[in-house]
């Protein structure tokens, strides 16, 4: 195979950015340096371009269900690829009634293999939380798997995770040395606000967020913090929303706590003002957390310029808006949550981070 020269571009790693040339051998970037001169090399001329190294999302969904279907979405991950993010991180499901080993293997046959168009890696979702699924938590990173993602919401469903859970995994997480990820909201707020919307007969999509307020996600973080603190784990906290949030993790870090953040594009974007449009129209940006009002943004765009949220992950979900949204357009509960964004995740870091606010391209990287 012959050398690939890359000549000319404006190189970032993740400590400077430069113009220099990149030598490939074998598929291994094998020197960064001025003036490389290799005659029987491929080359290809970058100048003026920025050579990035590839990205990484590592908030993907290619799987969701809905009533009694589940539908895989892996071709999806082509999507990634035009736009620079060679990397995702996707959610394994437990199945009902399976191990995680069950599942991985099911689901690694059934919708991966032969569909990736990029490297990946996946977070399990936990659906049981019996004795047996708990303990194989020890083997997770034997099967290859890095992360425990876990749900202080919704309550009554099979991946919420009661406190004792949370607990144990946290807690097995530090002696294994697994991440642990969480969703968190407090799932009784939001249902007590749910069940007064379904007496009172209030069932369009603005009351999805009507009935997740930021207090629930407040209070959520606030206590992940003390569970992370008392048992020494670390953790990320998944699509931070609030400001307030970002106020709970900063000082969590200031105190020594591991604990770290991720936002998505559309809370860095998109405020209440599109939950409160047409039905049909709101309906579309749906997800959970909900989008908050504007002034929230500016400090999210500053906690990722402080590093007190370290990602920006797309939290992409192939839910269609005809075939799939619509579904709950007269009951907001029966709209499953979630939008797309993989392809679109590293234009809108450029054009709205490092354009516009996040002035050092390195801290992209
Ligand atoms: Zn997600």
Same mark, same amino acid.
């Given at each position: 195979? =012959?050398?690939?020269?890359? %000549? ?22 094998? %020197? ?115 992360? /425990? ?41 939001? %249902? ?43 953790? /990320? ?16 870090? =200031? ?8 936002? /998505? ?101």
């Amino acid at each position: 195979m =012959k050398p690939l020269l890359i %000549k000319n571009g404006i190189i970032v790693t993740e400590t400077d950015t430069n113009n220099m040339d990149i030598l490939c051998e074998n598929g291994i970037i094998t %020197k960064i340096e001025h003036n490389i001169n290799i005659p029987d090399a491929n080359i290809v001329d970058a100048t003026g371009l920025f050579v990035l190294p590839g990205g990484v999302d590592q908030h993907v969904h290619f799987n969701f269900s809905m009533n009694n279907n589940t539908y895989y979405s892996w071709a999806s991950s082509k999507a990634a690829t035009v736009s620079g993010t060679t990397t995702v991180i996707d959610f394994l499901n437990q199945k009902p009634n399976k191990s995680i080993k069950e599942s991985l293997d099911e689901y690694t046959q059934l919708a991966i293999k032969g569909n990736t168009f990029c490297d990946y890696g996946l977070h399990i979702i936990l659906n049981s939380m019996d004795y047996n699924t708990l303990d194989e938590l020890k083997n997770l990173l034997d099967y290859g798997i890095g992360t /425990c993602k876990i749900f202080t919401a919704f309550k009554g469903e099979t991946h919420y995770c009661p406190d004792e859970v949370i607990l144990k995994i946290l807690s097995l997480s530090k002696e294994v040395g697994f991440s642990v990820m969480v969703h968190a909201e407090n799932p009784d707020i939001i %249902k007590m606000l749910q069940q007064k919307s379904i007496y009172e007969n209030k069932l369009s999509p603005d009351n999805h967020y009507k009935t997740r307020p930021y207090i629930s996600e407040i209070e959520a973080v606030s206590k992940m913090i003390y569970f992370a603190e008392f048992t020494g784990a670390n953790i /990320c906290f998944a699509h931070i929303s609030t400001k307030e949030s970002v106020e709970l993790i900063k000082n969590a870090k =200031k105190r020594g706590l591991n604990v770290f953040g991720e936002t /998505c594009p559309h809370y860095l974007l998109f405020t209440q003002e599109q939950l409160d449009k047409s039905p049909e129209e709101s309906i579309k940006f749906i997800c959970s957390p909900p989008l908050r009002e504007k002034y929230n943004l500016q400090h999210i765009w500053k906690a990722l310029q402080e590093d007190v949220l370290s990602f920006i992950s797309s939290d992409h979900s192939d839910i269609n808006w005809k075939n799939h949204k619509m579904f709950g357009l007269n009951n907001y509960l029966q709209v499953p949550n979630g939008c797309p964004g993989l392809a679109e995740r590293f234009p809108i870091i450029w054009s709205e981070g490092v354009k516009k606010r996040i002035s050092n391209t390195t801290t992209i990287c």
